[in-house]
């Protein structure tokens, strides 16, 4: 089995005995350096995955493979290791009165040495443009700059998959897009594998695989192109498309030729002077 992914194998999970099963034979694999978005409506299933990817739950059914290692209540600390995750509520993540404590506390948990510390904390925080911020305390920042220091501690352990539950979602647009970007830089400079929980469309066509989400199923999957090309099987489901897409579908219903699905206006501004030039 590769050694950096993350695998499902046959994954059924409840909460308890005599409840539905929420999730049912969940089967993916998410390799090295992919990021790949879930997607879904309310309750399908999506922040179950994600636990059961860091061992804050275990199937009843099937296995979980992190890094080839079988997620267990052995293994359980390793896979945390491996596996960092961030929340929505960037407030319910805070335990330090500096910025400089909250990035180390997750160290701190897995026994690092100190004088690594130290320079992870430094290095960290620079990689989500915080650095200056070290001996501020948390409480003062905006939403925005706490999400990037929780992403900053996740970082300090040095994981291989990062996951992202909704972890925008109490941020404003411009929060949203200065995280997804701060984000995205780090996937790229330390070769990371990520894992994007969201209900934002425009998130989405930044992965570069996404699985959708039915009543505890994978619904469908693909990359953002080919999902959001499959409008009819989304809306079965009562899932939305990007704006740029249903814009796209206007435009062709009044004849202008369109050569992909555009997964943001850009690419649908390249398509429409093509088919200008071409007219
Ligand atoms: N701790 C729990 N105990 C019992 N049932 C739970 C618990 N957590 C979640 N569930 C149920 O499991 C199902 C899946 O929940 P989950 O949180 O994984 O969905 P989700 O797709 O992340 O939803 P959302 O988009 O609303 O965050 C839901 O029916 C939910 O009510």
Redesign the pocket.
């Known amino acids: 089995m590769e050694e950096r992914q993350v695998e499902f194998r046959n994954v059924s999970f409840r909460?308890?005995e005599d409840?539905p099963w929420?999730l049912k034979n969940v089967n993916f694999t998410i390799g090295p350096d992919e990021w790949v978005a879930i997607i879904?409506?309310?309750?399908?299933?999506?922040?179950?995955?994600?636990?059961l990817m860091n061992g804050l739950l275990f199937p009843q059914e099937g296995e979980v493979y992190v890094g080839g290692t079988k997620v267990n209540a052995d293994t359980v600390w390793d896979v945390r290791k491996q596996v960092g995750m961030v929340f929505q509520n960037p407030d319910n993540q805070f335990v330090g009165t500096t910025v400089r404590d909250d990035v180390a506390f997750g160290m701190e948990n897995h026994g690092m040495p100190r004088d690594l510390m130290v320079n992870r904390i430094q290095q960290s925080l620079k990689a989500v443009r915080m650095e200056e911020f070290e001996r501020h305390e948390p409480h003062r920042l905006s939403g925005g700059q706490k999400q990037r220091i929780a992403i900053a501690g996740v970082l300090a352990v040095s994981p291989e998959f990062i996951i992202l539950?909704?972890a925008t979602a109490m941020l404003d647009p411009k929060g949203r897009k200065e995280i997804m970007q701060t984000v995205s830089d780090v996937q790229q400079e330390r070769d990371l594998s990520l894992i994007t929980?969201t209900?934002d469309l425009q998130e989405v066509t930044m992965a570069s695989r996404v699985i959708v989400?039915n009543g505890?199923e994978i619904w469908m999957e693909g990359s953002p192109r080919d999902v959001f090309s499959k409008k009819d099987h989304l809306t079965e489901i009562g899932l939305d498309t990007p704006f740029v897409s249903k814009m796209a579908d206007h435009l062709k219903k009044e004849g202008v030729r369109l050569s992909r699905e555009p997964l943001n206006h850009q690419e649908l501004l390249e398509d429409l002077c093509i088919s200008r030039s071409t007219m």
Not at 40 to 51: D, L, R, Y
């Open positions: 909460y308890q409840m929420v879904g409506h309310n309750g399908s299933g999506k922040s179950t995955i994600a636990k539950d909704e929980i209900h989400m505890g």
